[in-house]
């Protein structure tokens, strides 16, 4: 399932698009959200599903040598043992990866070339030459984990950082560029739950529960429909700063983290902190985690005396109001 911090980071993508369109709808913004979150799943299910195009196309390859006029002994006993795999297997035969990617409309239809050029890339790597060239192991058990292991290394080494791959998913959504490590490490993590007495796939949800659906469309509107209020926070703690030099993104990662800690008082202090504070490191300005976490700190102390953050049942713990750190902006 898609975890709360992607759920943030969606939220603050979603902000600076709604703030940089001018703020013409809240409607059409938290439709976007909606969708990019969607998406975002629909690239875990399609990432799972990957290995098994990969493998019709290995299928036809075969069909194609033994249909020759004069088909050489290799290409009438070819080496199946990747056709035959039994992850594979329960990869295309999974109704509930089916039921998945029908519900979402997910799937590789189009995309021939690149499911080729993957293939053409695994059989060229060290790790499935080994694969076909080792003899298949004597028990179930450690046959499956083989099959498995085979899976795993071609989502390893043929999906993450892959340039032409990362250039045909931007084409088909332009969602997706930045999903694929997650994506896949969902994928890599569902596939690594599978074992010789599986039956079917166990494919996530989309949300873990209706909390967390309900968690990242409030966190949006809320931001939204408080925002100059919240803003109004910021510049009241940046006086040092020329409030419209801040890095916008700067704001907006702010402006969530404050809406979080004020809206939700089951969510600790410390996780809210921890969490866009990290956020900032990877969508900001090399400098702004400490900025961020310098203008927070202070930010938490003064809304706690104000009564605007108030911490109940599991939010109370961490929720220790942090001591202010003094920091400068890189």
């Not at 875990?44 to 249909?67: D, F, K, N, P, T």
């Not at 990869?91 to 239809?109: C, F, H, N, P, T």
């Not at 309900?214 to 919240?230: D, G, M, N, P, S």
Request: proline share 3%; with cysteine; glycine share 4%.
């Amino acid at each position: 399932m898609l975890s709360r911090r992607l759920l943030r980071i969606k939220t603050v993508k979603s902000l600076y698009s709604y703030f940089q369109s001018g703020g013409e709808s809240l409607i059409r913004s938290e439709k976007e959200l909606t969708e990019s979150i969607r998406k975002s799943y629909e690239l875990y299910l399609m990432m799972i599903a990957l290995i098994g195009e990969v493998a019709e196309v290995a299928r036809e390859r075969i069909a194609i040598g033994q249909a020759k006029l004069m088909p050489t002994a290799e290409d009438l006993n070819p080496n199946r043992r990747f056709v035959d795999n039994r992850v594979i297997a329960l990869i295309e035969q999974s109704a509930a990866l089916d039921d998945a990617m029908v519900r979402y409309k997910a799937g590789w239809s189009g995309q021939e070339a690149l499911i080729k050029r993957l293939y053409q890339d695994m059989i060229a790597a060290p790790y499935y030459q080994r694969y076909m060239e080792s003899p298949v192991p004597e028990t179930e058990k450690e046959a499956f984990a083989a099959d498995r292991r085979l899976v795993v290394d071609f989502l390893t080494t043929h999906i993450e950082d892959n340039e032409y791959l990362e250039e045909a998913l931007e084409e088909m959504s332009m969602f997706w560029v930045d999903d694929i490590s997650y994506s896949l490490g969902l994928a890599i993590r569902t596939i690594g739950l599978l074992n010789e007495t599986s039956t079917d796939l166990d494919v996530m949800p989309m949300y873990k529960s209706d909390d967390d659906k309900e968690y990242v469309e409030t966190l949006f509107r809320k931001a939204l429909v408080c925002h100059e209020e919240y803003f109004g926070y910021i510049d009241k703690f940046t006086e040092n700063w020329d409030f419209d030099r801040i890095a916008f993104m700067d704001k907006l990662i702010m402006l969530a983290a404050i809406t979080e800690l004020v809206q939700f008082p089951t969510i600790p202090v410390k996780v809210t902190l921890d969490e866009f504070i990290e956020i900032s490191k990877y969508y900001s300005t090399p400098g702004s985690s400490v900025f961020v976490n310098g203008i927070l700190d202070k930010l938490v102390v003064w809304l706690t005396e104000q009564g605007k953050i108030a911490k109940t049942g599991r939010g109370l713990i961490d929720s220790s109001v942090p001591k202010e750190k003094t920091t400068t902006h890189a």
